[in-house]
T-cell receptor
Framework: GESVGLHLPTLSVQEGDNSIINCAYSNSASDYFIWYKQESGKGPQFIIDIRSNMDKRQGQRVTVLLNKTVKHLSLQIAATQPGDSAVYFCAEKSDSWGKLQFGAGTQVVVTP | NAGVMQNPRHLVRRRGQEARLRCSPVKGHSHVYWYRQLPEEGLKFMVYLQKENIIDESGMPKERFSAEFPKEGPSILRIQQVVRGDSAAYFC?????????????FGQGTRLTVV
């Protein structure tokens, strides 16, 4: 069936470097995507979203890129900090009411 | 303004017992969602409720699992006769309208361990 999935299970990044987390999706009809951050022992926290009529959206230190041609989504974190260590999930909204379908997640580990 | 409150945070049950997980949505939110997260996996949708009504339960196992969101009080996810495979983190989210139109906010989760 249709699914959302991630390429890399773990990403180790040196503090101060930029992080790039990738996500592939298979439902070409998806029109809304969200990135969530989940710290250990906590619930998912909204980071940034993007609609399918956009290619790029920027937030504070984060940028989401959407390539509809290859059905690929990425999250870029600038100047990664220790507080960015977490699991990052991409999710797509589906169904008429906006059901969230999550990918498997990428663990980001920030090293000093 | 309190966020989504889930309790208990940790729950241990023996096989065959019942587990009751509670979720108090953000004040004013009438839409509640339950998700399950197995270790090392993403969140899987279980059920969507809107005050006193089940809107979508397509992710809920047909047996042993039930959910409610009464007019007054928290939403309850009930698991009867728990088995080891039910061990997971259960997350509740709430929103003021359906999530096609707005963002959902997640609670801290209840970690269920079946021994």
């Amino acid at each position: 069936g249709e699914s959302v999935g991630l390429h890399l299970p773990t990403l180790s990044v040196q503090e101060g470097d930029n992080s790039i987390i990738n996500c592939a999706y298979s439902n070409s009809a998806s029109d809304y995507f969200i990135w969530y951050k989940q710290e250990s022992g906590k619930g998912p926290q909204f980071i940034i979203d993007i609609r399918s009529n956009m290619d790029k959206r920027q937030g504070q230190r984060v940028t989401v890129l959407l390539n509809k041609t290859v059905k690929h989504l990425s999250l870029q974190i600038a100047a990664t900090q220790p507080g960015d260590s977490a699991v990052y999930f991409c999710a797509e909204k589906s169904d008429s009411w906006g059901k969230l379908q999550f990918g498997a997640g990428t663990q980001v580990v920030v090293t000093p | 303004n309190a966020g989504v409150m889930q309790n208990p945070r940790h729950l241990v049950r023996r096989r065959g017992q019942e587990a009751r997980l509670r979720c108090s949505p953000v004040k004013g939110h009438s839409h509640v969602y339950w998700y399950r997260q197995l270790p090392e996996e993403g969140l899987k949708f279980m059920v969507y409720l809107q005050k006193e009504n089940i809107i979508d339960e397509s992710g809920m196992p047909k047996e042993r699992f039930s959910a409610e969101f009464p007019k007054e009080g928290p939403s309850i996810l009930r698991i009867q006769q728990v088995v080891r495979g039910d061990s997971a983190a259960y997350f509740c989210a709430s929103s003021p309208a359906r999530t096609s139109d707005t963002e959902a906010f997640f609670g801290q989760g209840t970690r269920l361990t079946v021994v």
